[in-house]
Antibody, heavy 116, light 107 residues
Framework: EVQLVESGGGLVKPGGSLRLSCAAS????????MTWVRQAPGKGLEWVGR??????????AYAAPVKDRFTISRDDSKSTLYLQMNSLKTEDTAVYYC???????WGRGTLVTVSS | DIQMTQSPSTLAASVGDRVTITCRAS??????LAWYQQKPGKAPNLLIY???SLESGVPSSFSGSGSGTEFTLTISSLQPDDFATYFC?????????FGQGTKLEIK
């Protein structure tokens, strides 16, 4: 059974940083392309970015609102996906989900609140 | 960016009804479209991919159709568990974008 478990969310002040983690199990993580999606409270879904597997060059792609502030990375030895979030803004407040590139498996999400 | 427009935003229906939700893309996305169901406090659940392929484990009462810019999700006979919010999403090019959602309510 595939499981994705996000962690690292919390309350942070505008301009601050936070790193989210997504621990994966039940899938061959080394070959998985992974994605982050977020959902602001009471709003719709927003694609954040994606990372390819290292065997497929490991490159990343980001949505415009987070480009140059967020960084997606992975540690295949730990089967863990990361989202480093810098220069956080109030509009980054959302539940952050990790998902496989095919979007068939999702974690439960972790809430990030950016507020002074 | 490709914009995805869903309609209606809200739909009231009864158990046993047949309902259709529409999603329109601002440009041709071939059949690079998925549909999701989301319940409050839960992650989205993939229903349909490639516009018309049913995800494993999803009831056959769900079906998708369309290509290019016009797509539909149909639920042939509503069950109590189907009342939720539905989103379409394209994955044709970056950034992948979602429709704004359709909330399916009990009439």
């Amino acid at each position: 059974e595939v499981q994705l478990v996000e962690s690292g969310g919390g309350l942070v002040k505008p301009g601050g940083s936070l790193r989210l983690s997504c621990a994966a199990s039940g899938l061959t993580f080394t070959s998985a392309w992974m994605t982050w999606v977020r959902q602001a409270p009471g709003k719709g879904l927003e694609w954040v970015g994606r990372i390819k597997s290292k065997t497929d060059d490991g490159t990343t792609a980001y949505a415009a609102p987070v480009k140059d502030r967020f960084t997606i990375s992975r540690d295949d030895s730990k089967s863990t996906l990361y989202l480093q979030m810098n220069s956080l803004k109030t509009e980054d407040t959302a539940v952050y989900y990790c998902t496989t590139e095919s979007f068939e498996f999702w974690g439960r999400g972790t809430l990030v609140t950016v507020s002074s | 960016d490709i914009q995805m427009t869903q309609s209606p935003s809200t739909l009231a229906a009864s158990v046993g009804d047949r309902v259709t939700i529409t999603c329109r893309a601002s440009q041709d996305i071939r059949n690079d479209l998925a549909w999701y169901q989301q319940k409050p406090g839960k992650a989205p659940n993939l229903l349909i991919y490639k516009a018309s392929s049913l995800e494993s484990g999803v009831p056959s009462s769900f079906s998708g159709s369309g290509s290019g810019t016009e797509f539909t999700l149909t639920i042939s006979s509503l069950q109590p568990d189907d009342f939720a919010t539905y989103f379409c999403q394209h994955y044709n090019s970056f950034p992948y974008t979602f429709g704004q959602g359709t909330k399916l309510e009990i009439k």
